[in-house]
């Protein structure tokens, strides 16, 4: 190619024939549009209320199913270890298998939903965690339990449960808080239903009946499941075009090889003249500047600058797929950052400032041509063929290179000791109440009483945890704190009413544990990291589960009462409240840490290269 300055040749381009001075137009160009129209959105924004409250619903209910029956596994564990002649340490095993479990299958679950939505997977989920449940009533052992209850039933409601999360949050921006809050009050109100119920249904038929009877209840969850539509964009549907349209169109030297007219260029939407030589299209109409002559001979500037994309006609014409445009709510619903994030995205500046922009930011699969040998790529994890997007999502929740972070790692270890005493309550607290000779129905009322209150304490923290005045971390920790202390003295509280006072304490500062714990990794850690950190927080959690309610079992079995097991989980979730109170300080030395550089403005390089 020869160009006005000979000395740079660019022997890449040297099909395209560019002349000194722009050439005027083989056609009269079309009349300016009056009205210039914005560019296509490259996200489609969720609908903020429409179907998305049928979706509210149907998480509700799976809540309320799904965490009545785990919440309420207590009612069960009294009739197991008088069935089967069990320790309590033992018994104890199998409400802490399906709850580990449940938490330990965020990563699998986040794959499948991913891959197949939230649908599919909610249905699957259901099918298996029913299949467990129904299984268990022809178990003739404790160990039988841990496999159908503790494995096939928790992996069935970790399928569940996080498909019911997700599904809320694709449909809904500026009013999450409020339609999550809804949908995780389920679980509050399952446990005030369920506990009753399961109590009557093992009076009625037995334990092995009353399971039967909760499996078929966990099989209507696949008729809330149907109930996830996966939001469409009816703006973005193909539309059919015809033949002479979909005929493939060569471009020769500026010259269309069947000898009709240039094709209209589209630039995004409107009309323009036909091809314009490069100088032009680089906003050179004289010859070449120093700038676009620089631009030709370092190609990697032009890929760093923001171009439009230029479609000739019908994109079909040049035989490349049409890209569709990003939704927010496609099948990938695990590609966005802040999937997880139950909190009102009107708290977030960068989503205040630009919306549009923020969406973009929040996904990881950016809009590119992916040739078909790059889909056909497939990366192997823990045994399972996954393509590349796949296997970023699972990469992303089970990275531990956020372990190097001294402030997850301080939040990590309070999440885990925790979750060492959250269920014992659970577990518990109807085997202690029928010891200390309450009636069995009374007792299981107690777990009704922690379910209501955990109800109506994540309505009220979630809408405080929404002001600007409250400081979230602090709200966090002084209810761990409370929630410990409640736990320890409860020995103390032998009488039924003073019990019925100590489980509505219990289930009002425990529901910040769940209600905030999303929230406040954003305070800590920023929203990049959100689903690294979630997904190893799962980990943490699903472990801690599986070691509480044996340790305070144990430690019943050894003793002869739970007065030390409680003891030792109000001490546990004590210590993990206490313990943030010194983030702000650590935050604060690690600022201090930090090499900080100062920027003086000069006449640098940079400065010389723009005025050459």
Not at 426 to 435: C, E, H, N
């Amino acid at each position: 190619m020869a160009g006005p300055d000979k000395e740079d040749p660019v022997d890449t381009m040297a099909p395209i024939d560019i002349p000194a001075k722009a050439s005027p137009p083989r056609e009269k160009p079309l009349p300016p549009h009056k009205e210039e129209k914005p560019p296509v959105s490259t996200t489609t924004p969720p609908p903020d209320g429409g179907w998305g409250w049928v979706v509210v619903f149907a998480s509700f209910m799976i809540h309320i199913i799904a965490d009545g029956i785990t919440y309420s596994f207590g009612v069960f564990l009294v009739e197991l270890i008088d069935k089967f002649g069990a320790d309590r340490g033992a018994a104890s095993l199998i409400p802490s298998i399906l709850v580990g479990v449940t938490l330990g299958s965020g990563p699998i679950a986040s794959y499948f939903t991913n891959r197949y939505g939230c649908r599919a997977v909610t249905i699957a989920g259901a099918i298996l965690a029913s299949a467990g449940l129904a299984l268990s009533c022809a178990a003739n052992s404790i160990v039988v339990l841990y496999f159908t209850i503790g494995i096939l039933t928790g992996l069935g409601f970790g399928l569940i449960y996080l498909p019911a999360i997700v599904s809320v949050s694709i449909y809904f921006e500026k009013k999450r808080a409020f339609a999550t809050g809804i949908a995780v009050c389920g679980s509050g109100l399952g446990t005030f239903i369920m506990a009753p119920v399961t109590k009557g249904l093992i009076s009625q038929f037995g334990w092995q009946g009353a399971m039967l009877v909760t499996s078929g209840l966990i099989l209507s969850c696949i008729l809330f499941g149907c109930l996830m539509r996966p939001i469409k964009d009816e703006k973005n549907q193909d539309q059919n075009g015809t033949a002479e349209e979909k005929e493939l169109l060569t471009i020769t030297n500026g010259k269309c090889q069947n000898g009709g007219p240039l094709p209209e260029l589209l630039l995004n939407g409107s009309t323009i003249s036909p091809m314009k030589p490069f100088s032009q299209q680089m906003g050179v109409t004289e010859g070449y500047s120093d700038v676009a002559r620089m631009a030709m001979s370092h190609p990697a500037f032009l890929d760093q600058a923001e171009r439009p994309q230029v479609h000739f006609g019908s994109a079909a014409q040049f035989g490349v797929e049409k890209s569709p445009k990003l939704s927010l709510s496609s099948s990938e619903v695990m590609g966005r950052k802040d999937i997880f994030y139950s909190g009102s995205l009107l708290n977030i500046p960068e989503y205040k400032k630009d919306p549009e922009q923020y969406r973009r930011s929040m996904l990881d699969c950016k809009e590119e041509v992916v040739s078909p040998s790059d889909t056909e790529s497939q990366s192997n994890i823990c045994c399972i063929k996954a393509d590349s997007k796949q296997a970023k999502i699972l990469h992303q929740m089970l990275d531990f290179s956020l372990f190097k972070d001294p402030i997850f790692m301080m939040y990590a270890t309070s999440n885990f000791l925790t979750s060492i005493g959250f269920n014992v309550p659970y577990v518990y607290t109807v085997d202690r109440a029928i010891l200390w000779g309450m009636d069995g129905k009374d007792a299981a009322f107690l777990l009704s009483v922690i379910g209501i209150s955990n109800t109506a304490a994540r309505l009220i923290l979630g809408w405080l945890s929404d002001r600007s005045w409250i400081n979230r971390l602090y709200l966090y920790n002084s209810c761990l704190v409370v929630c410990g202390v409640s736990m320890a003295l409860s020995p103390f509280c032998s009488s039924y009413n003073l019990q019925a006072v100590y489980c509505a304490i219990f289930g009002i500062t425990s529901g910040a544990y769940v209600g905030l714990t999303s929230v406040v990794l954003v305070d800590l850690l920023g929203l990049d990291k959100l689903t690294n950190a979630f997904g190893l927080l799962l980990m943490f959690q699903g472990i801690a589960s599986v070691i509480g309610p044996p340790v305070i079992g144990a430690l019943y079995d050894s003793i002869g009462d739970y007065d030390a097991g409680f003891y030792f989980a109000g001490s546990m979730i004590f210590l993990s409240g206490a313990m943030l109170f010194a983030i702000p300080a650590l935050q604060k030395h690690l600022a201090n840490k930090r090499p900080s550089f100062k920027i003086t403005s000069g006449k640098g390089q940079d400065d010389m290269l723009a005025e050459a």
